[in-house]
C-alpha cells in the first residue's frame, strides 16, 4: 500500500475537516444531564427507548413499487414472506405528480419509477390479500398525499380495519419537494392547508396514524452536506408545527405523529452523530420554541433509508458493502425503521433477488452483528459527542439565518435552500473529479471488463394495463357522483373546509388522482420553479 | 471562435435536477453558453427552446425510464425543423439494451452514472456544430 500523501486533507464526505485525534478536551463543555440524558430521558440524544433495541427491532420496511397494482401486490406478498415487518410503497411519477395516464406528460412514465395508482380500484389490488388493519404501511407521496390516504383508509375501511387503531405514514412533505425533490404541484402556502387539514382530521379519525414524515433524505440525495440535511429538514419540521398551531390546533395534539425520515450516507460517523443531533435539537425546539408539554411531542421518531446517491453502476456488487456499512450507521444512531438498497439502484429499480439481498442485510445485522445489544454504543465517544455537538451548532446557525428570512417557506421562495444544496453537490462533483475523492470503482480501482447483472426492465405493458383499466373505469362509474364530489372539493378548497372528508367522497365515488388533483389545480394553480443552476 | 450553446432539459415529470444542475454549471465552466430549461419540458418545449436559443447542443437529463418515448420525439421533432445538426446527448439512467436504440436514432453521446465531467465536456467539444467566424463576439449569428 502506497502511504497516504503528506498534504491529503482529512474530511467526511460532507467535506467537514476532522482532527486526528479526540480527547476528553473535545467534550469538556458537555454536561451529561444536559446535553445526553440516559435513553429514553429528555434531550434524547442516546435514543428515545430506555432499552433500544433489546424491547423491539426497528422496522425492516422496504420501499418497493414498480408496473401495475397486480405486480406490486405481488413483490409485497414476496418481501412479507421473506421476513418484511412493514410495507412502503413507491409510486410511478404520474401518480406522483397527480396526473392519470392518459394526460400527455404520463406518457413513457407510468409504472416505470414505482406503481401507478390512479384510482381507488388501483388501491384495492394493490393490497389485496394484505391485512392493512395488522400491519403499517409508509407511502411516499407528497402534493396528492391526502389523495393516496383517503384511498388507503377507504380500502382498510372496506377490509374491516377500524381507522382509530390503523397506523402508517403518508410522506406528505412538501417543503422537501420544494427544496430538493420538485415534486410539487401547488403553491407553497395552498400545500401546506393540505397538511395542515390532514393533522387535524387524524388527530379526530386516525389518531394512530403518522401525517407526516419530514424529510432529509432527498435534500441529501439532491447534493446536501450532512449538516444542510439536519438543518433544513428540522427548520422543515418547526415550519409545519408553526403552521399547524397558526392553523388553531394545540401543539401536543398533532405533534406526536410527526415523525422524520433521514439519509444514512457512507461517512460513518458523521451520520451516527446526525441521528444523534437530530434527537437533540428537535426535543429542545419543542419544548422551548413551541412549549410542548407532551414527550411524545419531544421524542424524534425516523426512518432512515441507506445513500442511493452512493451506489455506483461500476461494479454494482461492491454496492452490498456500501449499503451494509450504510445501514449499520442508522441502526448505531437509533433508527426506528429502516429500507436498505439493493445493489442494482443505480441502474434500475431492484429484481425480486437484490431486493431479497437488500433485506438480508439488514437482518444480518439485527441477528448476527450484536451491535443490537447496547443502546447508543458510541455515547461518550470524544470523536462521536464532539461531532453531535458541532452538526447541532452548524444546524442551529441555519435556523437563525431561516428565521431571519421570515421561515421556510419565504426562505424557498428565495431559492436560499436550493442554492446552498447545489452548491455543496458541485463542490463534491469538483472533488470526485480531481481525485481529491475516491469512489471505489469508479475513479479508482476501475475494472476493465464488468460483467452486467440483469437488471429489471420495465416495459410500456404497464402503461397500457393502466390506460384500458382507466378507461373501463370511466364507462362503469356513476359519472354524476363523480362529478358533484370533484364540485364540492372545488368548492371547500376555495373555502376553508377540511380537504379530507371531502376527498373521501371523491374517492368512494371512484375519482381518479388526476380528476381530485386537477379541481385543486383549478382553485389553486400550479407552482412554477425558477430554474436556477 | 465563438462560445458552443447548449440548452440543457428535463424532460418528463420527474424533478431530480442535481445531474442536470451540476452538468450545466461545468459546462459553463468550460466556456460553454448555457440556458437551462428548468423542469417538465415536454419534447416540443424543448426543440422549441433550442430553436429559440439558437442551441448547437441539446442536453437531455433523463432518469425516469421515459427516454425510449423522449429520445425519439426529440429527434423527429429536430428533422421536421430542419435542425439537422443540432447535437443530442443525453445523461442519466440509461439500460443497456436502449444504448444500440438510441445510436440508431443518431444520439451517440449517452453518459450513464459516474461519467466524467470532462469526458462529457470533450464529446461535446468534438461533436457540436463549428461555430464559423462570422459568428461575431457580440454573440449575434449569421
Redesign the interface.
Known amino acids: 500500500m502506497p502511504p497516504v500523501a503528506a498534504d491529503r486533507s482529512f474530511t467526511t464526505v460532507s467535506g467537514r475537516p476532522v482532527d486526528e485525534l479526540y480527547t476528553d478536551e473535545s467534550t469538556a463543555s458537555l454536561d451529561y444531564a444536559r446535553d445526553l440524558g440516559d435513553p429514553g430521558q429528555f434531550p434524547y440524544t442516546r435514543g428515545i427507548h430506555p432499552t433500544g433495541y433489546r424491547g423491539r427491532l426497528w422496522t425492516m420496511r422496504q420501499f418497493a413499487g414498480f408496473g401495475t397494482p397486480e405486480d406490486t401486490n405481488e413483490r409485497y406478498k414476496r418481501l412479507l414472506k421473506a421476513g418484511g415487518t412493514g410495507l412502503s410503497v413507491a409510486f410511478d ?2 401518480t ?2 397527480g ?1 392519470d395516464p392518459d394526460h ?6 407510468v409504472g ?2 414505482g406503481v401507478n395508482v390512479t384510482s381507488l380500484a388501483d388501491m384495492e389490488t394493490l393490497f389485496e390479500g394484505i391485512d392493512l388493519g395488522q400491519l403499517t404501511t409508509s407511502m411516499t407521496i407528497n402534493s396528492p398525499a391526502s389523495m393516496i390516504f383517503a384511498m388507503y383508509l377507504v380500502v382498510a375501511e372496506k377490509q374491516g380495519a377500524d381507522w382509530h387503531t390503523l397506523s402508517g405514514t403518508i410522506q406528505n412533505d412538501i417543503l422537501k ?1 420544494f427544496i430538493a ?4 404541484i401547488y403553491p407553497p402556502r395552498e400545500s401546506m392547508r393540505l397538511i395542515t387539514d390532514v393533522f387535524a382530521f387524524c388527530t379526530e379519525h386516525v389518531p394512530r396514524w403518522n401525517t407526516i414524515s419530514v424529510s432529509g433524505y432527498h435534500i441529501r ?3 446536501a452536506t450532512a449538516a444542510q440535511e439536519l438543518a433544513f429538514t428540522l427548520r422543515d419540521g418547526i415550519e409545519y408545527v408553526q403552521y399547524g398551531i397558526d392553523a388553531g390546533m394545540d401543539v401536543d395534539a398533532f405533534a406526536p405523529r410527526i415523525s422524520f425520515f433521514f439519509n444514512s450516507h457512507s461517512d460513518f460517523f458523521e451520520e451516527i452523530a446526525k441521528f444523534r443531533a437530530a434527537r437533540r435539537i428537535w426535543s429542545r425546539v419543542m419544548q422551548d420554541r413551541f412549549g410542548a408539554r407532551n414527550p411524545r411531542s419531544w421524542q424524534l421518531r425516523f426512518h432512515a433509508q441507506t445513500a442511493g ?1 452512493s451506489l ?3 461494479q454494482p456488487y461492491n454496492n452490498v458493502v456500501r449499503t451494509a456499512l450504510q445501514a449499520m450507521a442508522a441502526v448505531l444512531g437509533g433508527t426506528q425503521s429502516l429500507h436498505t438498497n439493493a445493489l442494482d439502484e ?3 429499480l431492484p429484481t425480486a433477488e437484490s431486493a431479497t439481498l437488500a433485506l438480508r442485510t439488514q437482518q444480518i445485522i439485527a441477528h448476527e452483528s450484536g451491535v443490537v445489544n447496547v443502546v447508543d454504543p458510541f455515547g461518550g465517544s470524544y470523536f462521536v459527542e464532539r461531532l453531535t455537538s458541532d452538526l447541532e451548532a452548524e444546524a442551529l446557525e441555519y435556523f437563525a439565518r431561516i428565521d431571519g428570512m421570515g421561515g421556510m417557506v419565504e426562505a424557498i421562495e428565495r431559492g436560499y435552500p436550493q442554492r446552498e444544496i ?1 452548491e455543496s ?2 463542490r463534491f ?1 469538483q472533488a470526485v ?1 480531481t481525485r481529491e475523492r475516491i ?1 471505489v470503482g ?2 479508482d480501482f476501475v475494472a476493465e471488463d464488468e460483467p ?1 447483472v440483469g ?1 429489471l ?2 416495459d410500456e405493458s404497464a402503461g397500457e394495463k393502466q390506460l384500458a383499466k382507466l378507461d373501463t373505469l370511466r364507462r362503469q362509474r356513476d359519472q354524476t357522483r363523480v362529478t358533484s364530489a370533484l364540485d364540492a372539493l372545488r368548492r371547500g378548497a376555495a373555502g376553508a373546509d377540511n380537504t379530507m372528508p371531502l376527498l373521501l367522497d371523491a374517492v368512494r365515488a371512484y375519482a381518479t388522482v388526476g380528476e381530485m388533483c386537477d379541481a385543486l389545480r383549478d382553485v389553486w394553480g400550479e407552482y ?6 | 471562435m465563438a462560445a458552443v450553446r447548449v440548452v440543457i432539459a428535463k424532460p418528463g415529470l420527474d424533478g431530480h435536477d442535481r445531474g442536470a444542475k451540476v452538468i450545466a454549471r461545468a459546462l459553463r465552466d468550460a466556456g460553454m453558453e448555457v440556458i437551462y430549461t428548468g423542469l417538465r419540458q415536454t419534447p416540443e418545449q424543448i426543440v422549441s427552446a433550442a430553436l429559440q436559443e439558437d442551441a448547437d447542443v441539446i442536453g437531455l437529463s433523463i432518469l425516469s425510464g421515459a427516454h425510449m418515448h423522449i429520445c425519439p420525439r426529440i429527434v423527429e421533432l429536430l428533422r421536421e425543423r430542419r435542425m439537422h445538426d443540432v447535437l443530442v446527448v443525453v445523461g442519466g439512467i440509461i439500460p443497456d439494451v436502449d444504448i444500440p436504440k438510441l445510436n440508431a436514432l443518431g444520439i451517440t453521446g449517452i453518459f450513464l452514472p459516474g461519467t466524467p465531467m470532462q469526458t462529457i465536456v470533450e464529446f461535446i467539444m468534438g461533436h457540436a456544430r463549428a461555430r464559423t467566424s462570422l459568428t461575431d463576439s457580440t454573440g449575434a449569428n449569421q
Open positions: 411519477l404520474p406522483l405528480m396526473r400527455e406528460l404520463s406518457r413513457g412514465e416505470k419509477c419537494e425533490q420538485k415534486e410539487f440525495e439532491a447534493g446517491v455506483t453502476a461500476q443505480a441502474l434500475a447545489a453537490a458541485y462533483q473529479e469512489i469508479v475513479n452486467p437488471i426492465y420495465i412554477v420553479e425558477d430554474a436556477v443552476i
